[in-house]
Nanobody
Framework: QVQLVESGGGLVQAGGSLRLSCAAS????????MGWFRQAPGKERDLVGT????????YYTDSVKGRFTISRDNAKNTVYLQMNSLKPEDTAVYYC????????????????WGQGTQVTVSS
């Protein structure tokens, strides 16, 4: 089992920044590819980006490229999502997820999920 706990969400004005953290406990963190997803009200859970087990490879969905950065610190069992130049359309609940099979763009491939943290961007 892997337990994931997100933190760092909140209310921010458009153009601002937030950094989300996802702390993992349980099994060996570096065994898992990690993903960040988000879900706005009435919409499906969408991929934000992924990071490989050692943090050497990242992937971002087009809407966040150049604004968001995913990183991880395996010594601290934590993955981060740095969000800059935030837009109102970034408003959503943000989730981190762990995939023992590596990274994937599909939520169904992930084995463990955090409870989510709300990000609200005001215009």
């Amino acid at each position: 089992q892997v337990q994931l706990v997100e933190s760092g969400g909140g209310l921010v004005q458009a153009g601002g920044s937030l950094r989300l953290s996802c702390a993992a406990s349980g099994r060996t963190f570096s065994d898992y590819g990690m993903g960040w997803f988000r879900q706005a009200p009435g919409k499906e859970r969408d991929l934000v980006g992924t990071i490989s087990r050692r943090g050497t490879t990242t992937y971002y969905t087009d809407s966040v490229k150049g604004r968001f950065t995913i990183s991880r610190d395996n010594a601290k069992n934590t993955v981060y999502l740095q969000m800059n130049s935030l837009k109102p359309e970034d408003t959503a609940v943000y989730y981190c997820a762990a995939n023992q099979g590596g990274t994937s763009r599909y939520p169904s491939q992930y084995d463990y999920w955090g409870q989510g943290t709300q990000v609200t961007v005001s215009s």
